[in-house]
């Protein structure tokens, strides 16, 4: 379910447009009703004036009547007050009842008022004949017409105006009294409900006030404290922390941008994390090549130095030789050709032998600096092995031993130095007839497995031991039984080793004491056909 979202700032004004409309209507209502109380206030304000005058004409009137009843008794007017006085206060407490009433009809806009006009028009007229009367019995009294005086006054009393004035006044203060009543009662009954609904609608708008602040709240802690973890994970390093998606759009595009900063920051980390493993792998290979270097310094080093010992140690025996037999040679007077030939025939094959030996030390001085300056060509290997036998067919006669071969590898090419595998070959060959003992058999076998020519050569003679078999190939090395069976420099199987490694192939030497040895040289086959040699 996707979660609905809203922006704060809507919220803002929802509840801020809220609280303005509460407010408002609390306001227009309060000031609504004390327009009310003020028109009952005026109400009442103009009822009590109505009220007012129509007691002060009342009170007048009847003042009127009793002092013209004292004054027609005593048969003079010293104790009249002046009539005219008199019918103007009354004449002007009418015009107050008139007004007020006016006022009323304008305020109240009653159709009612009408007929309180009409009450107040008659009481007006009952006024004017009680004040024309008035005016009568003053003047009768002045001149002395006493009995005048006590017929009008008779009369006013047996015409019922002063019943029917008394009876209208009293209508119209009874009316006047029950308005201000009816308007206080309004009043009082507005008063309550105001007092009695204030309080309700104050804890409306403070239950109100409370909940948008509660919601609010809520909102604010809920989206600050989910940006207050993430930014807590990403300052503790945890930049797989995802801000969940928020409520209100700002905090949620606000937690986006920090996902988004602490994605990238992720992603530079990783970067920089590859960048530090390739440096470091980098650093790695480069210090392990310099190792490389160092120790094939080293190597080329003790290789330089074992080879000065064992030229300087190799080349005593010849130079001894060669010197040995020129002293002769130069010393003797009487020998004849054949002895100086042969001495100088001793001397050139001591030469012979040296060269070869240097030839072959610097073959593999050379293979061990990774320079052994081959001439690379498609060779068939079955054929060069069967002319190195051919080769040695003499010398395998004169010691009775046969040589069998056995070519499962008729078709085997490898790339290489002919001249220089011809050489491996001759020397396994060598050895394998040097070590063998008279009248018996040394067996070479080639075969081609896969992608690979072996090369086996294989004697029945004095054999040789684990540790020898290990050390044979040690330049100058030789095994104690080698030593007494057969003279040699212990160059041969160094100079094949060297020449088999730089053909990318591999030479072997295993044996047993008294049961013969088999030395396997194993090349990588050629597909491709070059000029064959």
Known sequence: MALFTTQFTHKLYVAFATMLSITLALAWYFNDSVKWYQHDVERIALANSVL??????????????????????????????????????????????????????????????????????????????????????????????????????????????????????????????????????????????????????????????????????????????????????????????????????EFSRLGEAFNTMAHELSDHRSQLRDT??????????????????????????????????????????????????????LRGTNKTKAEYRDSFQRIVDQADHTTRMVDDMLFIARADAGEPRLKLRSVAIASTVDSVCKDFEAKAAQRSISVEQFREGQKAVVLGDAGRLRQVFSILMDNALRYSNPGGRVEVLVSQEESNVQISFRDHGIGLSEEESELAFERFYRGHKAEEHAPGTGLGLPVAKAIVQAHKGSISLRGKLGDGATATVTLPSESKLRIVA
């Open 52 to 249: 007012q005058g129509y007691q002060e004409v009342s009170n007048q009137t009847y003042q009127e009547l009793n002092a013209l009843g004292e004054s027609v008794s005593r048969g003079d007017t010293s104790g009249l007050p002046d009539w005219q006085s008199r019918a103007t206060i009354l004449r002007e407490a009418i015009s107050t009842i008139r007004q007020g009433i006016a006022a009323e009809v304008a305020f109240e806009q009653n159709a009612g008022e009408g007929e309180e006009l009409e009450t107040l028009v008659e009481i007006e007229r009952v006024v004017e004949e009680i004040i024309r009367s008035s005016a009568q019995i003053d003047q009768a009294l002045v001149e002395g017409r006493v009995s005048d005086a006590s017929d009008e006054l008779n009369r006013l009393r047996s015409s019922g105006v002063t019943g029917y004035f008394s009876s209208l006044v009293f209508a119209a203060i009874e009316e006047k009294k029950r308005e201000s009543q009816s308007a206080d009662r309004e009043a009082i009954s507005l008063a309550h409900y105001i007092t009695n609904l204030l309080p309700v609608l104050m804890t409306i708008l403070l239950v109100i006030v409370l909940g948008i602040i509660i919601l609010f709240s809520r909102s604010l802690t809920r989206s600050l404290s989910a940006l207050h973890d993430g930014a807590k994970a990403f300052t503790s390093g945890n930049l797989a922390h995802q801000i969940p998606k928020l409520r209100e759009k």
């Open 276 to 329: 530090n493993i390739t440096l470091e792998a980098t650093v790695e290979e480069r210090t392990r090549a310099l190792q490389d270097s160092n120790k094939k310094l080293a190597e080329v080093d003790v290789n330089r130095r074992k080879l000065m010992a064992d030229i300087s140690h190799e080349f005593r025996t010849p130079l001894t030789v060669i010197r040995g037999e020129a002293e002769i040679a």
